[in-house]
């Protein structure tokens, strides 16, 4: 009779384990994708201190655009940083062409492509996304023949 009960019990431990484990896995890809949230704010704090930091010293970023010849742009991201971005190019006269953003599908008056497409010409391309730039670059450089620069190379630069 014993060896019945214990046959019945082990379908009930298996399941729990396999359960408990479940839960486990989960939780842990949870806490993985809040740490990389944090590491992406935390990214783009050190950017707007940067930004503030040369707005301080008397330097915008129009100015690089200027002293390089860069006349038009497409910003890469169009979250927050990709619309102050937009914001002082557009105040400092230089044509922002278009965005590159796979959510976004226009902002304010240009269109927005996702990454797939093929991209129309423009003298520099400005990357607004702190966190994956290097991958971003990476990616870009397959697809368009001109510069481009992360938002924070461009501070670095100023």
Request: proline residues 3%.
């Amino acid at each position: 009779m014993r060896k019945l009960s214990e046959n019945l019990c082990l379908p009930f431990w298996t399941g729990f384990w396999a359960s408990m484990l479940y839960l486990i896995k989960s939780n842990i890809n949870a806490m993985k994708e809040k740490e990389k949230r944090i590491l992406i704010q935390d990214e783009n704090l050190k950017i707007y201190e940067k930004w503030i930091n040369k707005i301080q010293d008397g330097k915008v970023i129009a100015d690089f655009f200027k002293n390089n010849h860069y006349h038009s742009a497409a910003i890469y991201g169009m979250g927050r940083i990709g619309k102050q971005i937009y914001r002082e190019l557009i105040s400092a006269g230089v044509e922002v062409k278009y965005g590159i953003d796979r959510a976004v599908t226009c902002y304010d008056k240009i269109p927005c492509y996702s990454n797939e497409k093929k991209l129309p010409k423009v003298d520099i391309i400005v990357i607004a996304v702190p966190y994956e730039a290097k991958d971003i670059k990476n990616d870009l450089r397959k697809k368009v023949d001109c510069p481009i620069q992360s938002i924070g190379d461009i501070l670095f630069m100023l």
